[in-house]
T-cell receptor, first 115, second 112 residues
């Protein structure tokens, strides 16, 4: 079975400061890892994914994430937060098996960036 | 670029009524996933289809059914609606040899 843990319900950051949103996962085999952002009453917007290759993945809007296999983590980072980054962030994992597998989401972390 | 289209965007139904939600995947995408996101919750996997056959099943109530048609669009049928079915329903599509999932904007169902 696959699962995702986002240990923080909310992360508060001052604008201009670096931000980190944490994610750890559990999956048998090789994981596909994703980050999505959701604004109020909106759909899920793709930020970035890790499939294979470099452990540091760069995505949309200046976000990046680092895959750490030994710690089974995939933390989302941004060097300088913007107020407009305030939203709900979901980490998700899928199990690669050569076929099609559902995404399992974490509980979400609400990011609040203060001016 | 074409995206995943869901209809309707909003739906209001009364208890015990029936609702049908539709999902049109990206052209040439053969796999569809359905998710339910309750207020303040993470998206929960309901069911998926690959090449018009059910490929996986999650926490989908027996009152719900779904299918994927020959043109690859999918419909989620919900009967005997309950207040607790009020949620945002997403579908996502995935293409052959694709490692990505593209989500639609969702259908917000409100049961009153």
């Amino acid at each position: 079975a696959q699962s995702v843990a986002q240990p923080e319900d909310q992360v508060n950051v001052a604008e201009g400061n670096p931000l980190t949103v944490k994610c750890t996962y559990s999956v048998s085999g090789n994981p596909y890892l994703f980050w999505y952002v959701q604004y109020p009453n909106r759909g899920l917007q793709f930020l970035l994914k890790y499939i294979t290759g470099d452990n540091l993945v760069k995505g949309s809007y200046g976000f990046e994430a680092e895959f750490n296999k030994s710690q089974t983590s995939f933390h989302l980072k941004k060097p300088s937060a913007l107020v407009s980054d305030s939203a709900l962030y979901f980490c998700a994992v899928s199990r690669f098996s050569g076929g099609y597998n559902k995404l399992i989401f974490g509980a979400g972390t609400r990011l609040a960036v203060h001016p | 670029a074409a995206g995943v289209i869901q209809s309707p965007r909003h739906l209001i139904k009364e208890k015990r009524e029936t609702a049908t939600l539709k999902c049109y995947p990206i052209p040439r995408h053969d796999t569809v996933y359905w998710y339910q996101q309750g207020p303040g919750q993470d998206p929960q996997f309901l069911i998926s289809f690959y090449e018009k056959m059910q490929s996986d099943k999650g926490s989908i109530p027996d009152r719900f059914s779904a299918q994927q048609f020959s043109d690859y669009h999918s419909e989620l049928n919900m009967s005997s609606l309950e207040l607790g079915d009020s949620a945002l329903y997403f579908c996502a599509s995935q293409g052959p040899n694709s490692d990505g999932y593209t989500f639609g904007s969702g259908t917000r169902l409100t049961v009153v």
